[in-house]
């Protein structure tokens, strides 16, 4: 008797350890669950869970999101472009697109760049980039180290949203978490923060609405249907070749105001180079490039908008032929970028920001030469004799 009673209260002790071991193990897992959906490393990297060792990482698995507060700049979208220009006058200058977008550029030749993007159907603001100091950036704002900017909110993986009546979501990897976080407000607008390489210091701001946020392309999709076909208006390319050099130009000088830098001269010589250089990429471009290039460059040419690989190439990728007839030689630095329909395209490409920061921003003063046409990009620095 005494020997079934030891056993019954040995059972029931070990029944109630049990139960306070699930339950701490359950509460563990809740807590975890309404973290923060991102993590750092101690060199600022926001890591994965499964990638997780030693680390005190907190999961990718985004809970639901919190938006942020919506600063002046994120609650223009969505508004009248009558209120840009009641707000901020008139547009130094417009600048078309390749997406159905009007730019409006304010404060050129300035270190607080600032570009409006109107949809060219609703006559709305659908689009506000930023690279400057402006207090209308509320807390978010350029400058802004990645820490700060952790403390400021957190960096969701998953966004769910509407598009078309549709759900759609967007999973970013830890290398978008990196490099161009997305970050949501309370009036259903975004920002994405782009990060300057190495320093992981918040670069440049762009604000836009869900329709931008798709046309970028920047993260990946989930969807159980095909995205809505989005119609493609006609290309004012005589307006885009000649503008969005300029607009560029603009922006690459902006940056090094901020670098403390002098200004970006164009140079009539090497633009003719960067000319007759895309000419020839446009017309023939087997006979400039290697074959697994040539295609795409090809499809990119011929107006072929969707689906189009990125293309980021130096001197050394051209033949040889091409680079005697231009005579370039080592003391150029030569930069062919496709598809490129915007200035902002620089930041959403990794590779192509550190190429632009270390030999157009924070580089010595040298003359450049630019070219562009059909979502094709030729930049030419250094020396410009013939």
Not at 1 to 8: S, Y
Not at 261 to 289: E, H, W, Y
Not at 315 to 325: E, G, I, P, T
Request: proline share 3%.
């Amino acid at each position: 008797m005494m020997k079934k009673r030891i056993r019954w209260k040995t059972i029931l002790n070990f029944s109630i350890v049990l139960i306070i071991i699930l339950g701490c193990l359950y509460y563990q897992a809740a807590i975890n669950q309404q973290k923060s959906s991102s993590s750092v490393d101690e060199v600022g990297n926001v890591k994965s869970e499964k990638n997780k060792k030693n680390e005190n990482d907190i999961k990718l698995t985004t809970p639901k999101v919190r938006p942020l507060a919506t600063s002046q700049l994120a609650a223009y979208i969505g508004k009248s472009s009558n209120k840009i220009t009641a707000d901020f006058g008139q547009p130094v200058d417009k600048l078309q697109s390749a997406d159905n977008v009007e730019w409006w550029l304010y404060n050129l030749n300035q270190s607080d760049y600032l570009k409006v993007g109107i949809d060219q159907y609703t006559k709305r603001v659908c689009d506000i980039f930023t690279i400057g100091q402006d207090t209308r950036q509320g807390k978010l704002k350029v400058g802004m180290s990645f820490k700060k900017l952790l403390k400021l909110t957190t960096l969701y993986a998953n966004f769910k949203f509407n598009y078309h009546e549709q759900t759609f979501q967007y999973e970013l990897s830890e290398r978008a978490l990196n490099q161009h976080p997305l970050i949501s407000f309370k009036n259903g607008s975004y920002a994405i923060a782009y990060l300057q390489p190495g320093s992981k210091k918040v670069y440049a701001l762009e604000y836009l609405n869900t329709d931008m946020l798709v046309k970028k392309q920047l993260y990946h999709l989930v969807a159980q249907v095909p995205l809505p076909v989005q119609y493609q208006g006609k290309v004012d390319w005589d307006n885009l070749s000649q503008m969005l050099p300029v607009d560029l130009l603009q922006l690459i000088n902006a940056k090094r105001m901020q670098a403390g830098q002098q200004s970006l001269q164009l140079n009539d010589n090497l633009n003719l180079k960067a000319q007759s250089l895309l000419t020839k990429v446009i017309n023939q471009p087997g006979a400039v490039v290697a074959t697994k290039y040539a295609a795409n460059l090809k499809q990119i040419a011929n107006d072929e908008f969707y689906n189009r690989k990125f293309v980021l190439l130096q001197r050394k990728n051209l033949k040889k032929q091409v680079v005697a007839d231009l005579a370039v030689t080592s003391k150029n630095s030569l930069m062919l970028v496709a598809p490129f329909y915007s200035s902002l395209t620089i930041f959403e490409k990794p590779e192509l920001l550190k190429m632009v920061i270390n030999k157009l921003i924070t580089d010595k003063p040298q003359p450049v030469g630019m070219a562009y046409s059909h979502g094709i990009l030729i930049v030419v620095t250094g020396r410009s004799e013939n």
